[in-house]
């Protein structure tokens, strides 16, 4: 499944769960896009924005997830210059 991050373009082929591995994303699930670290949640086959709001209401655990997220995805742009 590819979907195009709405932020940078960069054509996502495969899709890992934090926790385990490559998957198939369903509605509601969150996505950090590896290129530009666009946060969106899956609808209907797309990524949408994550609002202000519907960040503010994720449960604490998961805005550590995310956080910790964006830095290993920062760490290998920086270690590596990857651009995608
Ligand atoms: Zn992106």
């Known amino acids: 499944m590819e979907i ?7 054509a996502m082929d495969s ?4 926790m385990g591995a490559v998957t198939n994303p369903k509605d509601g699930d969150l996505s950090v ?3 530009c670290g666009y946060l969106g949640r899956f609808r209907n086959g797309h990524i949408n924005p994550l609002s ?10 998961t805005k550590t997830q995310l956080l910790k997220i964006e830095k290993v995805r920062k760490r290998v742009m920086d270690t590596y ?4």
Request: glycine content about 8%; hydrophobic content about 25%; aromatic content about 8%.
């Open 52 to 61: 202000h709001n519907q960040y503010a209401a994720l449960n604490e655990e």
């Open 15 to 18: 899709h890992t769960e934090v």
């Open 81 to 84: 210059g990857v651009t995608m």
């Open 33 to 35: 896009c590896l290129s």
């Open 4 to 10: 195009k991050c709405r932020n940078c373009g960069y």
